[in-house]
């Protein structure tokens, strides 16, 4: 599909009211213009509110200042566990989220052909109902399964849930598979728990397997890590990159990547073994205790030495001082953990060394099962049960993938489903808070799955590459402008709540789900007059007004019966360190090594990972990000470039079975010899971002689809490229 329309044409037929561009100003004066009517100064709240950051998931807690009608600055807020008092430099920016120039103000439906670029501006009436008369005739010619939904994690994903579940279609692709989902599955079959959370107060010795928590930030676990690591605790670090978790690191690791598990597996050999670890714990808690010395018999420090290349006396010393250090040892379970197929394995010898050194659930270990269900303890609208569905998912789940969570689901599976038309052809997709075409592996396959839809809506705050190949944009009102369900964190519900009055025609998602619901006929299921009247009844329960906690910006959660039984959800109620439910599905019940696939000659593992400075694929139009953000660049260790006579920044064109692309290079020591670097979220191709726009190439054009078929999991590291100087 090509683009031919400039920035200049597409805002004449788009018909956006936008003026000129604003880099430098700040904050633009039809901003203020727009905004000055509210009432949000008034002496109450005396021009600092307190919401919600959603620059990314971690939602920490921020005060908006405001002066006349618009945000000044935001802060952290010192009440929330999440932020305690501080913004990372993405939250900090948020301001730019809501004054991005480039916002979508009204909602458009496409006039040209998908992917130019051409839409007219619409009122909501009109593309409400076009949005759910295509829905519906969808529904009615081929079934509510032909209607694919997919969206990430936002607070008012209930109410989108709602509108799918209602509709009756089985068909949701969440981030789950390309983000957690090794992580989750491994620790559900192991402990009965999703995640567990990390407590730092008395931890010694820290294990990070790709977790590069200094960068890929959640603000207060990677403050707790800074206090841990400046308190003295030990952080072993294994990344192939020279990351700045690896800068802060007693060592770093450059291990051979996908080999995290034969590492992992050997320090386990080497505690059991020599008996090192808690054995009062192992012997009450673990299923698996009498045959773990022989599952892992095989699995020296010298045999993991030839795989990872990490020498062998040196993992028998990591796993010695991490035993040493009890349960004030923590091996981090990582987040992404979508590197390889054998993801899970890695994951499963992370849960076994929690159990070994008896850190889980006891008193003073740094690792609890103490994590609140979303929603839990607030109240909610009634609404009648969901229609039953027999279609079979597109996903896979459960029929190809019987041990991925349902919730998980399968995400590239669902994509790839939708272009092969196997079991049944997918025909309309309805997106929100997502951007498929750039998170998704091999994006010219996103693409023809794009290109199968009879119909493709987008609910989005700006014109991001997913809203490009949509036919219908709706605008929500950015985070700052809008309300969103309560946010349970530790013992407290937040609230998030509009700081400001929404630019342009913006609608938070409480409100467009429930009009689009009215027109499907399932207005049962959207019980709510508007936003304030859902948080009413979320707050119901608790005797507290909505008025109280948008002053203070929470309200504590009544106190939970804390049962001291530590008790594990798992078949057996222990800690199942050999799964029957694994071995019954024909698995290895223990952990296991699954060799992975690895480069030929002349071809390089392709790497990803977070920068401090951008959160995934949403971002990279927001100017003041970009001002502070690195061009992002190839990285290749200095002396593999040396030896393909490439330079720093020649240009140059990466190749993978899946695509091409050309970028500049970064020849830098930070990297291992057999490895390439590429910064997710770049390569957009939207025109509507007009910073984003031409900046850098995608990886995602380059990524193969790999899955792992326990946890259905992608394998984001598993994809190998030519480097060539164009
Ligand atoms: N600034 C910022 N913070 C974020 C986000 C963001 O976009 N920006 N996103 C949030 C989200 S959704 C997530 S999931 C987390 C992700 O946070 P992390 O789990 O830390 O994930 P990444 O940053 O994607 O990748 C981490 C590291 O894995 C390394 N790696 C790749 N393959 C292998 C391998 O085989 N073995 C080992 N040991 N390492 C490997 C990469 O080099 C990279 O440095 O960050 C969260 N925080
Ligand atoms: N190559 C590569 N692929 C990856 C990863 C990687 O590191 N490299 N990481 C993986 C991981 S860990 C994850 S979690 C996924 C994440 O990838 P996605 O699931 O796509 O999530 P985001 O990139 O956060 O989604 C951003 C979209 O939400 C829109 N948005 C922002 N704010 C709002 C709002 O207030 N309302 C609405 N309606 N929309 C909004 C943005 O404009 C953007 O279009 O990607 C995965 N894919
Ligand atoms: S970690 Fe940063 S971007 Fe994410 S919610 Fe907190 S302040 Fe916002
Ligand atoms: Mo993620």
Redesign the pocket.
Known sequence: MTNTLSRRDFLKVGGATIGAAVLGQFIPPWVAEAARANGMLDATNSGTIPSMCEM???RCGLLAKVEEGRVVKLEGNPDHPHSNGKL?P?GQSGLMNTYDPDRVLTPLIRVGKRGEGLFRKASWEEALDLVAQNMLDIKQKYGAEAMVFSSTHNLSQPLFENLLYAFGSPNYGT?RSL??NAMITAFLLTYGIEEPSRKYDDVEFILL?????M????TSETSELSHAIDRGAKLVY????Y?K?ASKAAEWIP?R????SAFLLAMINVIVTNELADCEFVKQYVVGCDGIKVAMLSYTPEWAESITGVPAVTINRIAREYAAAKHNALAHP????S??IN?FQ?ERAIATLNALSGNVLTPGGCLSADVAAEGAGLGAPSQPSYPRVSAMRLDGVPWKYPLVPLKLGVFQELRDAIVTGEPYQAHGWFISRQNPILALPDRGRTLEAFGKMDFITTVDIIMNDTSWFSDVILPEASYLERYDPLNIVGDKAFIRQPVIEPQGDGKSALWIYKQLGERFGLGDYFQYTDEEDYIRQQLKPLGISLEAVKEKGYTVMPEKENSREITFNTPSGKIEVYSETLKNSGFSPWPTWEEPLAPGQNEF?L??????????FGTQNNQLLHKYSDEPRLWMNVATAKNLGLADNDLVEVTSPAGKIHIKLEATQAIRPDCV?LT??YGHLSKGLTVAYGVGASDSDLHVTYTDPISGGQA??QTFVTVKKI
Do not use: M
Not at 238 to 241: A, K, N
Not at 257 to 260: A, E, S, Y
Not at 607 to 616: D, I, P, R
């Open positions: 990314c998931v971690w990372c993405r981030q983000c957690f397997v790709g977790r590069n928590l960068e890929a930030i959640s294994l990344d192939p990159r990351t978790t291990i990547p996908g080999t995290d990582g987040w992404r953990t590197n390889f993801s890695t593992y790497l990803t990972g977070k920068v401090a400075q951008q959160t995934q670097y997710p979220g984001l590291s």
